[in-house]
Structure formats: structure tokens, C-alpha cells
């Protein structure tokens, strides 16, 4: 009987042996030839907030990580230059030409009170991109005057209409631009979220948390991610399994979609997302009224999310799709509010799609930003909209 315990266990320890010789072979094989490996598959992280990933979660984190405490949760601080590095671009953030007080925006500077002042989120700051490839240099170099970017990353509709009522307006312009994108809504529940739990001075205390509660062994995971290609496959091909992400290749378009996301950021029946939304109107309405007071123009910009211009694409050839009427509720919502209002909305989704963007590369691969070639055509169509609707005249 000892004897037949002894070879078991041997064969047990063989086994452990070749099954570690084994996975150490996958992931020095993976490490020398990573191309092996899908490109999403290679940027695959898991949930936490230390590192800088493709995850959203880990994307507010980081974004966190860069911006300093204030009583409208947070702001960049005023002159710091960070090089941002990222597998798909690397651009310099510069807040030292616009500043107020501690607080800067990236901009290169104003001379005088300016014809306009952009407001929104990560979309309006230009992520992702140089800032003179941004859609709002591109449109003060094409309209030869001066716009004030006053975009913060990862802001929701709160942050952005304070940036408006406390700094914008006090420029003075003759135009508001401001910019929302359809994840301002889940930006604004996450808010919510962070004043209700009274923790505006370390939100990135409650996003640790949060990753603790809603992920198990999330430090392993974490850790493996970022040192194992191994781990980054097998999560990568399980959760596209699961349909939270899709890949599509073709001649000339390079994409990953994010499903998962965008089914639960616009998921109406979420209370918190329901609520959000409401506040995400007063916010609009609120930013309209301050405006309308100084005697300054608004026009609100919709930025389409990346699965919205290639929803089609999505539907044909992903597994696990959007339902075709996925952005509607959002869209018509904010449709309502424009028209009860009386605000000038432009849809620059619907705009783009008119454009052809659905042929064409205007959004990084893995991330959702657009790249030079999407911020062109955003300041080629806002121009456009500006001119027709007399907003240029002197």
C-alpha cells in the first residue's frame, strides 16, 4: 500500500514537473514571438487600478493617478508635462499655457478673451494624439480664432459643467462647444457613486475597493497580467468567449470592439444609470442656462462611441453583438432634452456615418479615442455645422 501511495505521488510530482515545464515553454515561446499572439490579446489586462491597461477600470485609475484633489473630484494640476505612452500612440500632455490657479487645461494658451472654449471629456482634451492634432487646433487654425481647450479626461457631465461655470464663462466667449460622450453617463453614476460614499478625496481608494468586491484573487490577476503573455491569451480569448470584446480585420479596418461595455453602460434598467442620466440633463440644462446668461452661443456636441460607427460591422461579423437599437434610447433621450430646449445638438455621429466613416480607420485599434484621422473629420464637420448655422460671422 505504501508502495502504491509512493508512485502515485511521484507521478504527481512528474506531472506538476511537466505541467510547469510546459506552461514556462508556452510563455517563453509567446514572449519571443508575441505576434503569435492577436494584438488585443497582448494589451489584455486584468480589472485594477494600479497599472496603466486597456480595461475601463484601469483606465480611471490611471487618469486618477494624474489629476489632484478638488472639490469638483478632480482636475489636472496647472503646468505639468506628462508623456503619455501607450502601445498604440504616445503623446505629451501639457497643462503650462492655461491655468487657473492649481488647476490647467491642455491648451497652448489664449491671447485675449477668445472666440470659444470647448468643454467634454477626454474626447474634447484630445487623447490619444498631439495637441495640435486635436479637433479643437484643427478648428481655431481653420476658423483663425482663438478656442479655449478646457477638456478633462474622465469627467462625466458634473465635472464638465463646473469647468464651464467656474472657469470657461469667465473667458467671456461668443461660443460654447460642449463636447458629451455616451460613457459620460456611466462616468456620472461612478460620481454619484464617489459623493454618496463621501470619498471625493481619494476616489481611488473606492475604485481599489470596488475591484476587491466585484473581482476575486484581484491582486493575482492583476500581477499575472501584467508579467504572464500566457495569462493575458487565455483571459483574452475566455472573455471574448463570454462576448466582451470582438476582433475584426480587413483591408482597412483594424478594430477591437468593446460589447460587454456598452450593453452596461447604457443599460436604462440600472437604476444607477437611470439616475445618472437625469443628472446628466440637469447638467446639460444647467450649463445651457449659465450660458444663455453671459450672452454666449452653446452648441452641444454628441460624440459617437467607436461601436456606433461600425455597429453594422458588429452585427454582421461579431458573435456576440449590440442589439441594432443598442445607443438609441441614449440618442433619443438626448434628442427630447435638445428639442424641449431649444439647444443647438449636432449628432456628429450621424454626421460621420454621412461622411463615410464606416469605411474608414478614424478610432485607435483597442482604444476608443479617435486617432489624427478621426479628429480631422470632427473639426472638418464642426466647422461645417459653425459656418451653416452663422456661428462664424464676425
Not at 456620472?188 to 475604485?207: K, S
Request: aromatic share 10%; charged share 25%.
Amino acid at each position: 500500500m505504501a508502495g502504491d501511495t509512493t508512485r502515485v505521488a511521484g507521478r504527481l510530482v512528474l506531472v506538476g514537473i511537466g505541467l510547469v515545464l510546459g506552461l514556462g515553454m508556452a510563455e517563453l515561446l509567446l514572449r519571443l514571438f508575441p505576434s503569435m499572439m492577436p494584438a488585443a490579446a497582448r494589451e489584455w489586462t486584468a480589472l485594477y487600478p494600479e497599472a496603466d491597461g486597456e480595461t475601463e477600470e484601469e483606465g480611471r485609475g490611471t487618469s486618477l493617478k494624474l489629476m489632484i484633489e478638488h472639490p469638483e473630484l478632480r482636475y489636472l494640476p496647472a503646468s505639468q508635462v506628462s508623456v503619455i505612452e501607450h502601445s498604440e500612440y504616445t503623446f505629451t500632455l501639457d497643462t503650462s499655457h492655461l491655468v487657473f490657479g492649481e488647476v490647467g487645461f491642455r491648451d497652448d494658451g489664449i491671447d485675449g478673451q477668445p472666440y470659444a472654449v470647448a468643454v467634454g471629456d477626454s474626447f474634447v482634451m484630445g487623447w490619444g494624439v498631439e495637441l495640435e492634432e486635436t479637433w479643437v487646433e484643427l478648428l481655431e487654425a481653420r476658423t483663425g480664432r482663438d478656442i479655449a481647450n478646457m477638456g478633462v479626461m474622465g469627467s462625466g457631465t458634473r465635472k464638465e459643467t463646473s469647468v464651464l461655470t467656474t472657469y470657461g464663462l469667465t473667458l467671456q466667449p461668443e461660443l460654447v462647444l460642449y463636447g458629451f460622450f455616451p460613457n459620460d453617463v456611466e462616468d456620472q453614476a461612478w460620481q454619484i457613486e464617489v459623493v454618496e460614499a463621501g470619498a471625493t478625496e481619494d476616489p481611488l481608494g473606492l475604485l481599489q475597493e470596488q475591484m476587491e468586491q466585484q473581482h476575486p484573487f484581484y491582486r493575482i490577476r492583476s500581477f499575472l497580467s501584467h508579467n504572464s503573455y500566457l495569462y493575458r491569451l487565455l483571459g483574452y480569448l475566455y472573455y471574448a468567449s463570454q462576448g466582451e470584446v470582438c476582433t475584426y480585420r480587413d483591408g482597412q479596418l483594424n478594430y477591437t470592439f468593446d460589447i460587454a461595455g456598452w450593453r452596461r453602460r447604457l443599460d436604462f434598467d440600472d437604476p444607477s444609470i437611470a439616475e445618472a442620466m437625469e443628472a446628466v440633463l440637469q447638467d446639460l440644462e444647467e450649463a445651457y442656462r449659465a450660458t444663455q446668461e453671459s450672452g454666449a452661443e452653446f452648441v452641444l456636441l454628441i460624440f459617437p462611441a467607436k461601436e456606433q460607427i461600425y455597429l453594422d460591422i458588429i452585427t454582421q461579423h461579431c458573435a456576440h453583438s449590440l442589439p441594432p437599437d443598442q445607443f438609441d434610447p441614449l440618442m433619443q433621450r438626448l434628442d427630447s432634452f435638445c428639442q424641449s430646449e431649444g439647444i443647438r445638438c449636432v449628432d456628429l455621429g450621424e454626421a460621420m456615418l454621412a461622411a463615410g466613416a464606416a469605411t474608414r480607420q478614424i478610432y485607435y485599434s483597442m482604444d476608443g479615442h479617435w486617432n489624427a484621422e478621426g479628429n480631422r473629420l470632427a473639426a472638418d464637420l464642426i466647422y461645417e455645422y459653425l459656418e451653416e448655422s452663422g456661428l462664424l460671422s464676425e
